[in-house]
């Protein structure tokens, strides 16, 4: 009865590498997101999708991809790893069409790249 | 855009004390206030929240206060346990999706 679920979990990898991380609720959420969690404990926002919709592009570099199959899943590709790259990455939810701005997320995927 | 400040930390209290947490922001705009908590090696978790239009609101041990003129809210934990130790967030949304995280507090129950 998982309500924000990542795979994988952890994720070890080599520089110049692309590797993707995969995002599933099962809450009815229509919007969905995804967050970098870097060394320090900091949360950003990288992008938001809305029923399929990219509505949010933070200044992220082009290597991050982000992809909607539908409003249930949201997907995670990053080409050319860097070691910069390395943090925890976490998928979260939220029903916007409820006016109701909770967001709820994932367990997290911890990204290492050597 | 939005810049969320949050205060102390780190916060070390004994088990039965009260831990209070403080966050300011920016935009004048933002409307909705939620706090997260996250344990070692999970996700962070929604704890409690409160909305522009409210001064205070509180569920069990836990209490959230908002002061829109000074752009201030704050956290307040009472009668702390153990199982109240982990890194604590305060977050600010203008719109309908983006929130801005505080830089987090670590709370730590001594028992």
């Known amino acids: 009865d998982t309500a924000v679920s990542q795979t994988p979990k952890y994720l070890v990898t080599q520089m110049g590498n692309d590797k993707s991380i995969k995002c599933e609720q099962n809450?009815?959420?229509?919007?969905m997101y995804w967050y970098k969690q870097d060394s320090k404990k900091f949360l950003k926002i990288m992008f938001s999708?809305?029923?399929?919709?990219?509505?949010i592009n933070e200044t992220v570099p082009n290597r991050f991809s982000p992809k909607s199959p539908d409003k249930a899943h949201l997907n995670l590709h990053i080409n050319s790893l860097e070691l910069g790259d390395s943090a925890v990455y976490f998928c979260?939810?939220?029903?916007?069409?409820?006016?109701?701005?909770?967001?709820?997320f994932g367990p997290g995927t911890r990204l290492t790249v050597t | 855009g939005e810049n969320v400040e949050q205060h102390p930390s780190t916060l070390s209290v004994q088990e039965g004390d009260s831990a209070v947490i403080k966050c300011t922001y920016s935009?004048?705009?933002?409307?909705?206030f939620p706090w997260y908590k996250q344990e070692l090696g999970k996700g962070p978790q929604l704890i409690i929240d409160?909305?522009?239009?409210?001064g205070e609101k509180k569920d069990q041990r836990i209490a959230v206060t908002l002061n829109k003129t000074a752009k201030h809210f704050s956290l307040h934990i009472t009668e702390t346990q153990p199982e109240d130790s982990a890194v604590y967030f305060c977050?600010?949304?203008?719109?309908?999706?983006?929130?801005?995280f505080g830089a987090g507090t670590t709370v730590t129950v001594r028992a």
């Open positions: 935009d004048s705009a933002s409307n909705y």
């Open positions: 409160i909305r522009s239009n409210v």
């Open positions: 999708y809305n029923n399929k919709e990219l509505i």
């Open positions: 979260a939810s939220s029903a916007s069409y409820s006016g109701r701005s909770e967001q709820y």
């Open positions: 809450l009815g959420h229509d919007t």
């Open positions: 977050a600010a949304i203008v719109n309908d999706y983006k929130l801005s």
